[in-house]
């Protein structure tokens, strides 16, 4: 009876080391020698049965010193025929010279009362410097220049579409700049076509529509009536006289070849007495300002030019400075 148990536990543990020696560790880099810098593959291999439970160890940052891990292990799990194959590929980079072994990499199987670890072989790696030192009697040549690349079509195509683009804004705005100068002419053409005293007698009669010497409005009346006189001056005579004193106006007046005479009194009296009410605070009375506005009508009337059939014919006053 003590035999018979004796063999069982025998099997037992015969069938245990049995089942214990099918697990396989493997570890191996993709080459044993790189180039510092090279990027290489390691990869840890277990082959075990597909029933039985092991933790396999990761490594974290590196797999040992100066061997660094660039990214978390890819893991790839196969069955097959009972059987579980699992690998942890890393990738692995160097970037110190040497000749490196890593020691086994290990599984654990957790008993009830001990763990137990399956190994694998040690692995080797060599990493080295380039050997870019030429042999002894190679030629030594000139430093080739930097080779210029031709253009091409997708380079060239963005700068050829903006060049297109400036082009036509270009056009487009110097045809706007042209029709809006040519109405702008126009306009102004227009405008010259009326006569000067016919715009003068319709701002004259505008004036004394207002009243506004009878609000109270003394300096706004003489104001607006200079203005009236000025702009006349300068469509009739070329004199531009809202940029000018009065004194300015006269001199230029009479350089234009308007001579001294009754109408130029006219038109001095009304600049002056204007002037006092502006600036000396002069106050004329109803008749005064009644009189103002008539020599000022009376001048216009007097110095206007005749338009007859598209031709302008000089009133006789006109060549004389106006009526005497």
Not at 224 to 239: A, S
Not at 274 to 284: I, L, T, W
Request: overall charge negative; charged content about 25%.
């Amino acid at each position: 009876m003590i035999r018979l148990i004796y063999s069982v536990l025998m099997f037992f543990v015969l069938l245990s080391n049995v089942k214990g020696q099918d697990v396989k560790v493997t570890a191996a880099f993709d080459s044993s020698r790189i180039y510092i810098g090279d990027q290489i593959k390691f990869k840890v291999t277990v082959d075990q049965p597909a029933d039985l439970q092991l933790t396999i160890v990761s490594f974290k940052d590196s797999l040992t010193k100066n061997i660094e891990i660039l990214s978390e292990p890819v893991i790839d799990t196969t069955k097959r025929d009972g059987r579980m194959i699992i690998e942890h590929n890393y990738l692995i980079t160097s970037f110190d010279t040497g000749y490196y072994q890593l020691p086994p990499v290990y599984v654990e199987m957790q008993n009830d009362s001990d763990v137990k670890r399956f190994y694998s072989d040690y692995t080797f790696l060599e990493v080295v410097y380039p050997d870019i030192a030429p042999p002894d009697n190679a030629d030594i040549f000139d430093i080739i220049a930097p080779y210029k690349a031709p253009l091409s079509l997708g380079e060239i195509l963005p700068w050829l579409l903006t060049v297109l683009i400036i082009c036509a804004l270009a056009y487009f705005a110097f045809r706007l700049y042209k029709k809006y100068k040519k109405q702008k002419v126009d306009e102004e053409v227009i405008e010259l076509l009326e006569p000067a005293h016919i715009i003068a007698f319709r701002e004259l009669e505008k004036l004394k529509d207002e009243n506004l010497c009878r609000q109270g409005e003394i300096k706004l009346y003489y104001t607006k009536l200079t203005e009236i006189l000025r702009q006349y001056l300068e469509n009739r005579f070329g004199v531009n006289s809202l940029e000018l004193t009065t004194d300015e106006t006269l001199t230029m007046l009479l350089q234009s070849g308007f001579k001294k005479n009754k109408n130029y009194d006219r038109l001095k009296n009304i600049l002056e007495v204007a002037d006092m009410v502006k600036f000396a605070k002069y106050n004329p009375n109803t008749s005064d300002n009644e009189t103002c506005f008539s020599e000022a009508w009376n001048f216009v009337d007097d110095t206007k030019s005749i338009v007859n059939e598209n031709i302008t014919v000089e009133n006789d006053k006109i060549s004389e400075g106006g009526a005497e």
